[in-house]
């Protein structure tokens, strides 16, 4: 399984990164090494093996349900801010 | 400077005795910082005039005749990735450069609880992604012991800072080894405790999995004291464990007669480096003068260790860096003509390439057609590194391992190679994968370079690791050696 | 050719928790923009979920009342992509181990029943709500505004088995899951204001054929009005579109009130691509089976049983059952009054209710649970009825004076004197006056003709200015009819 420049392009745009042509040769190269290296992950049998997600299974924590208000001061960090609200370019591309 | 290069309870005792100021223990601080910084870079930030003003009203206590924690007083540096209300919160990366944390992270609040001063914010590699400092987009920090290798990594600016005595004390993080290979490589004590030991509400997540808050110091007392402190259950986070917690004091000083100690054969072959081999050998020896007794064991899952921390670090951190979208918070590429043209701007403006890398990584190991081959792979090969080490905690009490394959690297040696750079962290990875806890204490010098020593040990028995370390610290004196410092 | 329509539905229902998914904040999003948000909520860096308890119980009850299957394992997972009106650029949603799965319920289709499967029960959070600025629809907007009190507000999303066959069966399935909601507790069930919201997804295939067709999922449906005509409207569109040699599409198409057309969604630039993978921030759900019990045991009475109580117990015919269960507020309200009723007829209340208050109560756009007549006011009127202090008649007059000002029956009638006159004496009076002014009438009574005695008794009652107890008048005349 080798990563393809269509399948960088493809990851960087689920990802939402703008790259350089030039950076995506970098990333490409470093990617395939990398991804040769992981792949000796896939020679190892591991069936019947359970999946781990987590660090150690404790167990789990609900909270009640009581109102519990914070003052948070959003303009200060906001890009662009109008009308107490987060203003973002148009949606639709044209 | 004398006055940092003594233990937490010496400091205490002063502070209260009247015999020194908490002003002028921060004022000396400052001037420490000051002195160093030019050549260690270790900071970001600093606090400088709200830590004075704390600093009068903690004497204002003291004077008083108020009995004060022990920290109560004692400066410390928090790395930047950890959120303190009204400062800045950037992650070493141009995405936050300008980020004032509006909230505060929960081991925060827990030094406030303390009384301790933080005076600043400490230099990491982006995002904590790395193991050298040198992805900070402002600039690298360097190893007091010699300016030209790095102080290792991702918590880089908090073993420098420790290291050169800038501050007696830090916070870092560490995902993979964040704490404990730049502990090693600046000859300093850094401790990862048991995943779910310490809050991470207001760490900056990188790999929520792995991620854990922890301490660096001059030695194993200093340690325990800051792990008492930020230690135990956060309802503002549901991974943290409500599992009761020691006094991590209580425990030093003990003997290890009797103490059974694991060595993995596969961080003592020749991906080690002979000299740093030696330095943990040597450190074994000592400790089985002790009544400790030690032999090899065998963990099969290790040499995987980079593999399956990659893939599932990189997968967690491609959602975690999700929300840097420049809608919220942060850096915003401006003058986009639509949404997508703005986060893709945004994005590729506001990480560095290493973070990137990550992020195209853990993006494509979870894209539909890949998942299989590499997540859930990566997900099961977990588990066998928890089996592997349920297996020799029923024989073992602890594991002993080197906590980093080489001593410090040069700067720029290993940038544009970056499996060579993950590699820095093989002896470290597994003990994340596990969730356990783990020190590094200095056990020797290689070319005037220190070498750190790796203790492991079972889930929430942080108290033997500890008492190992410390016991290894009374016989030693390789934490009290100083780098030859400018002034 | 004929078609069979196999419709699914997706419902999202807003838990009616006081504070959101993962965080302490109020679910009141009516309040100023971005007012009702913190750390957790906006996807601040650092800020952790953590579960609401009420919103599992919640979840749990729904699965309950709706014969589900509730899991003691359930895993919260990252649904990622990125939108403005998601903080963190992933949702947080349960996906391969649901909390509830494998349920079902019956509904009653024009007096039909069918039994339709509830594949399964999820809860996640909700996304943030987008001001469209420059236009009205997303389409010709220079810019939008992101508000996120919305942001991580509790839902469940219920997903029905492809059981449904028509867009009658579709109204009635969301309008029985609606009343279960609302009933348990879970949901205020609307879907004008979109605590409840629908995604139909249609196809049709060849009546016979095993092979499902190609889907296309409706959205936009705010009530269930529009809900049955766009699943009729889409389901003509595909017979059309196959009859006249073309191709449904796989694609989400969008409900139009004002055309009463579907119409496609623009088709997104990519493929979606999620990526799910389990929440390292949430550490599996482990409910534990005592809580499930306690749950189970605690579940408030659902719209069925209750409604074979109405008619069992309370002697309420279909109709009325239906329709005193059917506004939950109402519905509260009626149950009140049968608490206090003491011996009036519950039939007697639910009539009150369904007709006069409910009158009173839609004309003043309000709702019972804030209505003046209180339930023991009206218990009040109803019993000043019995005993025959006030007419039936004059009660109307009564109750909207109630409703106006919220005054005692007892007051009202006092202050206006519209009280029934029992006493016989006076009565005696007023008959005596009218028998002696229509000696004919009298006659054709005493000749066996008692209907006759109606002219009599509407005489006396204007006379009374009709506060006569009509009863009472009747035997008055006829008993003295008799002895003269």
């Known amino acids: 399984m080798s990563l393809t420049m269509k399948d960088l392009e493809q990851v960087l745009s689920l990802a939402n990164l703008d790259v350089e042509p030039h950076e995506k040769e970098i990333y490409l190269d470093q990617l395939t090494n990398i991804l040769e290296q992981m792949e000796t992950l896939g020679k190892l049998d591991l069936e019947g093996v359970k999946p781990s997600a987590y660090a150690c299974e404790h167990s789990t924590f609900l909270r009640e349900d009581i109102v519990k208000q914070s003052a948070v001061s959003l303009e200060k960090n906001a890009p662009e801010w109008e009308l107490n609200s987060f203003r973002v370019p148009k949606i639709l591309a044209d | 400077m004398e006055i940092l290069e003594k233990s937490v309870k010496e400091i205490h005792g002063l502070l209260k005795n009247r015999v020194l100021k908490c002003r002028d223990l921060i004022i000396q601080t400052y001037k420490n910082i000051e002195q160093q910084e030019p050549e260690i870079q270790s900071f970001i930030s600093l606090a400088k005039e709200e830590s004075i003003s704390r600093s009068e009203e903690i004497d204002r206590l003291y004077d008083k005749g108020e009995e004060l924690p022990v920290l109560a007083g004692i400066p410390i540096a928090v790395k930047d990735n950890i959120c303190i209300k009204g400062q800045k919160t950037t992650c070493a990366s141009r995405m936050l450069a300008d980020f004032v944390a509006p909230y505060d992270a929960t081991v925060t609040k827990k030094l406030t609880e303390h009384y301790m001063i ?185 040499p995987h260790a980079i593999e399956t921390y ?178 | 050719m004929e078609f069979e329509p196999v419709i699914g539905i997706e419902v999202h229902a807003q838990l009616k928790t006081r504070t959101k998914l993962f965080c302490g904040c109020s679910t009141n999003s009516g309040e100023k923009r971005n007012s009702n948000v913190c750390p957790v909520c906006l996807g601040m860096p650092g800020a952790l979920p953590v579960l609401n308890k009420k919103a599992v119980e919640y979840a749990v009850r729904a699965g309950l009342a709706l014969n589900c299957t509730v899991k003691e394992l359930s895993v919260f997972s990252r649904k990622n992509y990125f939108y403005p009106d998601l903080p963190k650029g992933y949702q947080i949603s349960q996906f391969d181990l649901p909390v509830c799965e494998n349920g079902s319920i019956t509904i009653d289709v024009d007096n039909r029943k069918k039994t339709i499967g509830i594949q399964r029960i999820h809860m996640e959070e ?57 009933h348990t507790g879970v949901c205020d069930g609307n879907l004008e204001e979109g605590s409840l919201r629908a995604d139909v997804n249609i196809s049709i295939r060849p009546l016979g054929q095993e092979k499902l067709g190609t889907r296309a999922e409706v959205k936009n449906l705010n009530s269930f009005r529009s809900l049955e005509r766009a699943a009729t409207v889409e389901i003509e569109r595909q017979k059309a579109l196959i009859i006249s040699g073309g191709k449904v599409v796989q694609q989400t198409r969008n409900w139009d009130d004002a055309s009463q057309k579907t119409t496609a969604l623009r088709s997104k630039e990519e493929a979606h691509d999620y990526r799910y993978f389990q929440e390292p921030d949430l550490i599996p759900l482990r409910l534990p089976v005592a809580m499930i019990r306690e749950i189970k045991n605690s579940m408030p009475e659902l719209p069925v049983k209750k409604m074979e109580r109405y008619k069992a117990d309370l002697g309420l015919n279909d109709f009325n059952s239906y329709q005193i269960l059917v506004d939950c507020d109402m519905n509260r309200y009626f149950e009140e009054c049968l608490l206090i009723k003491e011996d009036i007829e519950p039939s007697e209340i639910c009539k009150w209710i369904l007709g006069d208050l409910n009158a009173l109560v839609k004309d003043g756009n309000s709702s019972f649970s804030e209505c003046k007549v209180t339930p023991e006011k009206l218990i009040t009127l109803v019993k000043l009825i019995k005993s025959g202090k006030i007419s039936g008649k004059i009660a109307k007059e009564v109750i909207k004076k109630m409703y106006e000002t919220g005054a005692d029956p007892e007051n009202i009638v006092k202050e206006s004197g519209v009280e029934q006159i029992s006493d016989t004496d006076m009565l005696q009076a007023a008959v005596d006056k009218v028998l002696a002014a229509n000696p004919d009438v009298v006659l054709k009574i005493k000749a066996g003709k008692t209907n006759s005695a109606n002219f009599l008794m509407g005489q006396v009652m204007r006379e009374t200015r009709g506060q006569a107890q009509p009863d009472l008048v009747r035997k008055l005349i006829l008993d003295t009819v008799n002895k003269g």
């Open chain 2, 118 to 302: 933080p005076v600043g914010k400490l230099n990491m590699d982006e995002f904590a992604m790395g193991s050298s400092t040198e992805n900070s987009v402002f600039h690298t920090t360097r190893n007091p012991w010699s300016l030209d290798c790095v102080p290792g990594g991702s918590s880089g600016g908090s073993t420098a800072s420790v290291a050169a005595g800038q501050v007696p004390l830090s916070l870092g993080s560490d995902t993979g080894g964040s704490i404990r290979q730049p502990a090693a490589f600046c000859g300093v004590t850094g401790f990862k405790p048991t995943y779910g030991r310490v809050s991470r509400y207001g760490l900056v997540a990188f790999a929520s999995s792995l991620d854990q808050i922890g301490p660096v110091a001059k030695n194993v007392e200093d340690i325990s004291c800051v792990l008492n402190a930020i230690s135990g259950h956060d309802s503002m986070d549901s991974t943290s464990a409500d599992i009761a917690v020691p006094d991590f004091t209580l425990c030093l000083g003990k003997d290890i007669k009797g103490l059974k100690i694991g060595v993995p054969a596969e961080l003592f072959g020749p991906a080690i480096n002979s000299d740093v081999r030696q330095c943990v050998i040597n450190g074994l020896e000592l400790l089985s003068k002790e009544g400790a007794c030690w032999e090899e064991v065998n963990m099969e899952s290790f």
């Open chain 3, 126 to 182: 909700d996304a943030g709500k987008l001001i469209h600025q420059g236009s009205a629809s997303i389409a010709g907007a220079d810019y939008s505004l992101v508000d996120l009190n919305r942001a991580c507000v509790p839902l469940i999303e219920i997903v029905s088995e492809p059981d449904i066959r028509s867009a009658r069966e579709a109204r009635v399935y969301v309008e029985a899951l609606k009343l279960i909601l609302q």
């Open chain 2, 310 to 487: 990659y893939i599932l670090s990189s997968a967690e951190a491609s959602a975690n860096l999700a929300r840097f979208d420049g809608v919220k918070y942060g850096h915003r590429y401006h003058n986009a003509k639509n949404i997508k043209e703005m986060y893709k701007k945004t994005r590729g403006s506001g990480f560095g390439s290493e973070v990137k890398r990550r992020i195209i990584l853990g993006t494509y190991v979870l894209s539909a057609g890949y998942y299989d081959a590499y997540y859930a792979k990566a997900q099961k090969m977990r588990t066998l590194f928890k089996l592997d080490f349920a297996k020799a905690f029923k024989k073992y009490d602890v594991l002993i391992t080197p906590s980093s394959p080489t001593t410090a690297f040069k700067i720029g040696e290993k940038i544009e190679d970056p499996l060579d750079m993950y590699t820095a962290d093989i002896a470290t990875i597994p003990v994340n994968l596990a969730g356990l806890p783990a020190i590094s204490v200095p056990c020797g010098f290689v070319d005037g370079l220190p070498a750190g020593l790796q203790v492991i040990g079972k889930a929430f028995d942080e108290e033997t690791v500890l008492k190992v370390a410390y016991k290894y610290q009374q016989l030693t004196d390789f934490h009290k050696k100083k780098p030859k410092l400018l002034n």
